[in-house]
């Protein structure tokens, strides 16, 4: 148990468009889920934290009218990256809180965005 | 902001031999956890250690934790080839939700067959 997906696995997009990305938890509800953003060879930094039903707290210094975070059910989240710059290239993963487990998450796949 | 620091950035060893990797922190912490990514995926869940614990087991993994010195180890004994991939810990804050993770800068473990 504890699947947690993203869809696209990757995706490639003009400079200017959006991109949207999904992160489901297959077989478990998520009250929190998380996005990460990762540059080669480094780190995971925390973006966003949704809970379902309500606003995403962004982190410091992370846009939130550029990368608009949606948690509309217990199962989704999405994470649409408006208007992409070259920049926004990168890899992003989400992660998901279980109901009832404070401390462990469940990661995706991870989803690789290039912007030409 | 990235709070952990971890040593040695890059560790190549031969199979069979045993690998530490070192993370250091700076705040209070409610727990400690331990991931592994191979190239390219997402991370995988290999230990979570508790604040009020020193030592944890998993198969051929040994954690530590050192709350006095804001340090924690991952040893992996006889290494294998498959091992190899990118290891991170994560630490969990004192605070309410308890959730929120923030992440050292990980190790590459590179173990050759």
């Known amino acids: 148990g504890a699947v947690v997906s993203q869809h696209p696995s990757w995706v490639i997009c003009k400079s200017g468009t959006s991109v949207k990305i999904e992160c489901r938890s297959l077989d478990f509800q998520a009250t929190t889920m998380f996005w990460y953003r990762q540059f080669p060879k480094q780190s995971l930094m925390l973006m966003a934290t949704?809970?379902?039903?309500?606003?995403?707290?962004?982190e410091q210094g992370v846009e939130k009218d550029k990368f608009l975070i949606n948690h509309a059910s217990l199962t989704l989240s999405t994470l649409t990256v408006t208007s992409a710059h070259p920049e926004d290239s990168s890899f992003y993963i989400c992660?998901?809180?279980?109901?009832?487990?404070?401390?462990?998450?469940?990661f995706g796949p991870g989803t690789r965005l290039t912007v030409t | 902001s990235q709070q952990g620091e971890e040593d040695p950035q890059a560790l190549s060893i031969q199979e069979g031999e045993n690998a530490t990797m070192n993370c250091s922190y700076k705040?209070?912490?409610?727990?400690l956890q331990w991931y592994r990514q191979n190239s390219g995926r997402g991370l995988v869940h290999l230990i979570l250690i508790r604040s009020n614990e020193r030592e944890k087991h998993s198969g051929r993994l040994r954690v530590t934790l050192d709350t006095s010195k804001k340090s924690s180890s991952l040893l992996i004994t006889a290494s294998r080839a498959a091992d190899t991939a990118s290891y991170f810990c994560a630490t969990g804050a004192q605070e309410t939700s308890g959730s929120r993770l923030t992440f050292g800068e990980g190790t590459q473990l590179t173990v050759n067959p």
């Open positions: 992660s998901a809180r279980r109901r009832g487990n404070r401390y462990e998450q469940y």
């Open positions: 705040t209070s912490i409610n727990n």
């Open positions: 949704s809970n379902e039903g309500s606003k995403a707290t962004y």
